[in-house]
Nanobody, 125 residues
Framework: QLQLVESGGGLVQPGGSLRLSCAAS????????IGWFRQAPGKEREGVSC????????YYADSIKGRFTISRDNAKNTVYLQMNSLKPEDTGVYFC??????????????????WGQGTQVTVSS
C-alpha cells in the first residue's frame, strides 16, 4: 500500500517551533520532488515549500521564508519541515505530497501524486 503519513503537528504558542515529518511506505521518496502544503480554515490549499529529488532546488513561500526549513533523508524515506518562529497565521492543516510539484519546485498542482492525510498545526496563545 502506497502511503504518506505526516506527524508532528500540534498546538504551539506564537514564537514556538514544531518539526513535521512525512514518512513514506510502500514506495521510495528518493525519486520524487516532495512538497509541503497547508490549508488554513476557509482558504485554498497552498504550496509552502518544496525540495527536489536531487536536493538542487528548494522553494519557500514568502510567508514562511527564513522561518521554515525543508529537508529530506532518503535513507529514512522521510521529509521534514522544521517550523520556527511560528505565527498565528501559520495555523492550518499541513499536508505532504510526492509528485505534486515539478522537479524544479517551480510549480505544483493540488491533484495527482501521493498525498498524506494531513496534520493540524495550531498557533495560538
Amino acid at each position: 500500500q502506497l502511503q504518506l503519513v505526516e506527524s508532528g503537528g500540534g498546538l504551539v504558542q506564537p514564537g514556538g517551533s514544531l518539526r513535521l515529518s512525512c514518512a513514506a511506505s510502500g514506495f521510495t521518496l528518493a525519486g520524487y520532488p516532495i512538497g509541503w502544503f497547508r490549508q488554513a480554515p476557509g482558504k485554498e490549499r497552498e504550496g509552502v515549500s518544496c525540495i527536489s529529488s536531487s536536493h538542487d532546488s528548494i522553494y519557500y513561500a514568502d510567508s514562511i521564508k527564513g522561518r521554515f526549513t525543508i529537508s529530506r533523508d532518503n535513507a529514512k524515506n522521510t521529509v521534514y519541515l522544521q517550523m520556527n518562529s511560528l505565527k498565528p497565521e501559520d495555523t492550518g492543516v499541513y499536508f505532504c505530497a510526492a509528485g505534486a510539484w515539478n522537479d524544479y519546485c517551480s510549480d505544483y498542482r493540488t491533484s495527482g501524486g501521493y498525498w498524506g492525510q494531513g496534520t493540524q498545526v495550531t498557533v495560538s496563545s
